[in-house]
């Protein structure tokens, strides 16, 4: 094999190899671009799920308040109408 042909060989698979590289830097930047496109997706979702339960909470308090002050003024009038 001529020297020459060899050289230019090994300098095609450097550059083979140096596309490889970039595509692969670009690859792996892209995935991890998704990645995070998707954990920020994910994090949104958990966001509002919590908004909804603090909601279901607060209607859920308010309405064992209004049951409780309900209650606590039927018990004395009750208790008038036993005696």
Not at 53 to 82: G, N, Q
């Amino acid at each position: 094999m001529n020297p020459n042909d060899y050289l230019a060989q090994q300098q095609a698979l450097l550059q083979n190899a140096q596309i490889m590289q970039w595509i692969y830097v670009a690859l792996s930047l892209a995935f991890f671009l998704g990645g995070l496109y998707v954990t920020y997706l994910f994090y949104a979702a958990l966001r509002e799920i919590a908004q909804e339960l603090r909601r279901f909470r607060v209607a859920f308090e308010m309405a064992e308040d209004a049951k409780t002050r309900a209650s606590a003024h039927r018990a004395p009038e009750d208790s008038a109408e036993d005696k």
